[in-house]
């Protein structure tokens, strides 16, 4: 199960930090994702990490401005959410899969999402 938190309403420019918590005991065999989704739009990409945390890769808009991180020994990652804008309004979701992928039909878990809403 996947639980993700730290959602919320921010101001243009400011942050925020989403949290996603794991259960079970074999976290560290999956690849992380966040997605987010608007409502009419398909659930998109917006940062994956491999198993280690060693490596990343973001979706263009976002580069420079999120940061995805995982911590294996506490089961979660986290997207680090700086300089935001109205166009990152979105519910975020938090996703697990056996693959480096960027199509969310190839992640298997999936958390509750939580919603980050940003003004002007």
């Known amino acids: 199960q996947l639980q993700a938190s730290g959602g919320g309403s921010v101001q243009a420019g400011g942050s925020l930090r989403l949290s996603c918590a794991a259960s079970?005991?074999?976290?560290?065999?999956?690849?992380m994702g966040w997605f987010r989704q608007v409502p009419g739009k398909e659930r998109v990409i917006v940062a994956v990490?491999?198993?280690?945390?060693?490596?990343?890769a973001y979706e263009d808009s976002v580069k420079g401005r999120f940061t995805i991180s995982r911590d294996n020994a506490k089961n979660t990652i986290d997207l680090q959410m700086n300089s935001l804008k109205p166009e990152d309004t979105a519910v975020y979701y938090c996703?697990?899969?056996?693959?480096?992928?960027?199509?969310?039909?190839?992640?298997?878990?999936w958390g509750q999402g939580t919603l980050v809403t940003v003004s002007s």
């Open positions: 079970g005991r074999t976290f560290s065999s999956y690849f």
């Open positions: 996703a697990a899969g056996r693959y480096w992928a960027t199509n969310q039909y190839e992640y298997s878990y």
């Open positions: 990490i491999n198993l280690s945390g060693s490596s990343t």
